[in-house]
């Protein structure tokens, strides 16, 4: 059946993918849930500062940069049910470094180095899960459903990070850290279960040479990619600094807007880059993307904030599935992991090398400055994909 013939959320399709959005809904709630509880296990019970916080912080992204294209290739060459499993015992084994650091309390250096050791595997694992996810998915769903898998995918994601979060702080102030680890170790594991008896997709083995024409297939959609991401991370890491800065409350609402928003537009919009074309939704939506940024940037009240907020959830949602479309399109059938694992990792780059980059201009030009420069940002995707729109996907052979 042709995308354009077949539903917008066909049941097969969902049906197909469920258990794969179940496991990277586990992927990201054990990661959720060590978020509000590291910093202060860290500060508090090791009595450390903020650079250890920080170093244990990112080694989970640094992690999953390094791997994420080994992952592509990993799930193309053994297979994306390999793949998948190996992600979630890797999870585990992070969740059981986080347990053993806890014997280590009096030697708070060696304590949050086994942590940092932690969160390394948790990225790595990370990267397998979601590129062998999404992998599996696009092998089960076919092509022509591929903004379909990516969106379903990304609602299971964005939703684990919803709940993970406040599990995380309430099973850390009731339990400790303790807490954190057992489920670390113990849902990923249970996980497995659910993955374990699923028939597997057939891997296609590739020789080096395929390996980098396919990656370099994967580059403008990434480039795309890596300026629009500024809103995920933006709205993560500075809009409730910006809010309070502006004395507007409740702060915490602007990134609930824009995860509110995000999943709206998931779930009722996902079919249309499928429909309509991943590189002309994707224009479309950082439009808005960056229209939200601006209105944050040029926000009177609190309303108009929340209102921008959700503007840029919205343009952000289908900015990710409306480039990997084309990403997916322009690979051969079997080395579709690998394009997925250099595709994200242009997500990785740009919150590794951007972040940080207008975190300092918050600091000498103020808070504003980095909405407005996000804006921009996100403004000089929309070229990309137009060039994109004007190009016919074809699979690189």
Avoid: C
Avoid at 295 to 305: D, I, N, R
Avoid at 323 to 334: D, I, K, Q, S, T
């Amino acid at each position: 059946m042709s995308a354009k013939a077949a539903p917008s959320r066909s049941p097969s399709t969902l049906t197909r993918i469920l258990p794969l959005m179940a496991a990277v809904f586990v992927m990201f709630l054990v990661t959720g849930v060590a978020l509000p509880a590291l910093p202060l296990h860290i500060n508090q019970r090791l009595g450390l500062g903020t650079f250890a916080v920080g170093m244990v912080a990112g080694a989970q992204f640094a992690a999953s940069l390094i791997s994420r294209v080994g992952a592509g290739a990993f799930s193309d060459l053994r297979g994306a049910k390999l793949a998948l499993l190996l992600g979630l015992g890797m999870a585990a084994a992070a969740g059981l470094l986080y347990l053993v650091s806890l014997a280590f309390v009096e030697a708070p250096l060696t304590s949050v180095a086994i942590l940092l050791a932690g969160r390394a595997v948790l990225g790595a694992a990370e990267s397998f899960v979601i590129v062998g996810a999404q992998s599996w998915g696009l092998a089960a769903a076919g092509p022509d459903h591929a903004g379909n898998v990516i969106s379903w995918l990304g609602v299971a994601m964005y939703g684990a990070f919803a709940v993970g979060a406040p599990l995380g702080a309430a099973l850390f102030a009731a339990y400790g850290f303790a807490a954190i680890s057992l489920v670390t170790i113990v849902a990923p594991i249970a996980t497995l279960a659910i993955v374990a008896p699923l028939t597997p997709v057939a891997a296609k083995p590739r020789n080096k040479t395929e390996l980098l024409r396919v990656a370099a297939t994967a580059l403008t959609p990434g480039l795309a990619l890596a300026f629009s991401s500024v809103g995920f991370g933006v709205m993560t890491a500075f809009s409730v600094l910006f809010f309070v800065e502006r004395g507007w409350q409740p702060a915490w609402l602007a990134y609930t807007a824009f995860a509110l928003a995000f999943v709206v537009a998931r779930v009722g919009l996902g079919h249309l880059p499928d429909r309509q074309g991943g590189a002309k939704i994707a224009a479309i939506f950082a439009t808005i993307e960056a229209a939200g940024f601006a209105t944050l940037w040029a926000a009177p009240s609190s309303w108009w904030g929340f209102l921008g907020a959700a503007m840029v959830g919205f343009g952000y949602s289908l900015v990710f599935p409306g480039l990997g479309v084309e990403a997916v399109r322009r690979a051969p059938p079997e080395a579709r992991g690998l394009a997925i694992g250099v595709y994200t990792a242009y997500l990785d780059v740009a919150l590794g090398v951007l972040l940080p980059a207008l975190g300092l201009l918050g600091g000498a030009a103020g808070l504003g400055s980095v909405f407005l420069a996000s804006a921009l940002l996100s403004l000089a995707a929309v070229p990309i994909a137009v060039s994109l729109a004007s190009t016919p996907a074809r699979a690189a052979r």
